[in-house]
């Protein structure tokens, strides 16, 4: 039987304590209007990779930990806690780092519904971040694999740094516990381009929203485009597009097929119950960085991301080509123009009138389905080594999946897209079976 056993809990301070002048590191707006849960991930690494390093289990224990102190000189403001919603007091209290030992094999653990079990039990059942912003699980498997869990506070990064974090821990590993190298040190100037606000509430997200999905069975899969898969989906929205000025990325092509697809899901449903077909919303995450003027660099560190959304009324056939069209044009309204409406307070005032809106007029509740879409396509998360190898599989944890949200990352091999989805179980038996999906994609559970 499959046991994962505690071995020691700690916590991991920077190796160099946090100068006095860094020792109160702002929140952007951006920042406070995330709400204070956790976003999760793990990596896996095959069986045997615990044999590459000479001195085996407890060396990687030693390795991990003097490499993850001295990244954190460079990520400071993790081994602090968020006061007020509106600083992070950088006090060294450290991060979180457990160690465990796992009976089976790695592969047994790579299933979305037993995953969560390699990650620390009283941070993820209930995923609000109340004190540590970054906690760590170690987890060594007898089959010789190793698999590193994280759980990151959501208020204080967005995917993008939580990966940056993660790679400069590694390549401060691969060197031997040393100061991650220049070109992976974080820079801190989200808070220069989003001023915080006082008397923000810890989240904005009104009770009529978070309340979405609670006391309905939630499961997550994982659906799989390979490269030939996705250049044929990519070719066949190109045949039927008119649209010869834009190249057809990755992105938005898979995009289109899970919308498509969802939109088909919904209209089964709604017919089995008869019932009207529900407007169809998708809510896109969108970096800001290179969106600015002037750019800002890959490593800047906070929530530099915002959400274009794009609708339809789902009363007529939607094609790829035309979904396609609506995702781009409700991306392109994210320009640097938006965001210096963002940076100025405008972000805010819209985010008021619309927690405003639903909690008196609570439009959630008409006849509208939302889906969240987020990417980390060509993130290097598969170049993550510590010293042993590349990663056999990246996942995020779903301990506690949200209705309706898919993550797209890059395949191992890089060529094709991975989608993690978290649906009803209802939904997701219809959605698994969905032939538009499966002309293009496999399930992987």
């Not at 540590?132 to 759980?151: E, H, K, P, R, T």
């Not at 509430?201 to 485009?225: A, C, D, T």
């Not at 007029?361 to 010293?387: H, R, T």
Request: net charge negative; aromatic share 8%; glycine share 8%.
């Amino acid at each position: 039987m499959n046991k994962v056993e505690l071995l020691s809990k700690e916590f991991v301070k920077p190796s160099t304590p946090t100068p006095q002048h860094l020792r109160t590191y702002n929140l952007s707006l951006l920042d406070q209007l995330t709400p204070p849960v956790y976003i999760q991930g793990i990596v896996f690494y095959p069986s045997g990779s615990i044999s590459k390093i000479h001195g085996g289990e407890e060396k990687i224990f030693e390795l991990l930990k003097k490499s993850l102190s001295e990244t954190l000189t460079c990520y400071y403001p993790f081994a602090g806690r968020i006061k007020d919603n509106i600083i992070v007091d950088c006090s060294d209290e450290g991060v979180e780092y457990y160690e465990a030992k796992v009976n089976g094999n790695v592969s047994d653990y790579m299933s979305s519904n037993v995953l969560y079990q390699l990650f620390p039990s009283d941070v993820v059942n209930d995923n609000m971040v109340t004190g540590s912003l970054l906690v760590i699980q170690v987890n060594m498997f007898d089959c010789g694999g190793i698999a590193i869990s994280g759980c990151v506070s959501h208020k204080l990064a967005d995917g993008l740094s939580v990966a940056a974090l993660v790679n400069a821990w590694a390549a401060s590993a691969l060197g031997g516990g040393g100061v991650p190298v220049e070109s992976l040190r974080p820079t801190f100037d989200s808070a220069s381009h989003f001023p915080p606000k006082e008397n923000i509430p810890n989240s904005m997200i009104p009770e009529s929203v978070q309340s979405i999905g609670l006391g309905l069975k939630i499961v997550s899969k994982r659906f799989v485009i390979d490269g030939f898969k996705l250049s044929v989906l990519r070719s066949k929205i190109t045949d039927m597009s008119s649209d010869n000025e834009h190249h057809l990325t990755a992105v938005e092509a898979v995009t289109a097929l899970l919308w498509k697809s969802v939109m088909e899901v919904s209209k089964s449903r709604s017919k089995t119950l008869a019932k009207p077909t529900p407007i169809s919303v998708v809510n896109l995450g969108v970096n800001l960085r290179k969106r600015m003027e002037p750019p800002l660099p890959s490593v800047s560190f906070g929530n530099i991301v915002t959400v274009a959304t794009a609708t339809s009324l789902n009363d007529s056939e939607n094609e790829l080509d035309g979904l396609v069209g609506q995702v781009r044009e409700s991306i392109s309204k994210i320009n640097n123009e938006y965001i210096q409406y963002m940076g100025s307070g405008g972000f805010l005032k819209s985010i008021l009138a619309f927690a405003n809106l639903n909690e008196n007029g609570n439009p959630m509740a008409q006849n509208v389905e939302v889906y969240w879409i987020s990417s980390v396509c060509k993130v290097p998360l598969y170049e993550i080594d510590f010293g042993w190898g590349k990663p056999e599989l990246v996942s995020s944890g779903a301990s506690q999946p949200y209705q309706n949200v898919f993550l797209l990352m890059d395949t191992k091999c890089g060529n094709g897209v991975e989608v993690q989805v978290n649906m009803t179980v209802e939904d997701m038996a219809l959605f698994e079976t969905n032939q538009g999906l499966l002309e293009f994609a496999t399930v992987h559970n």
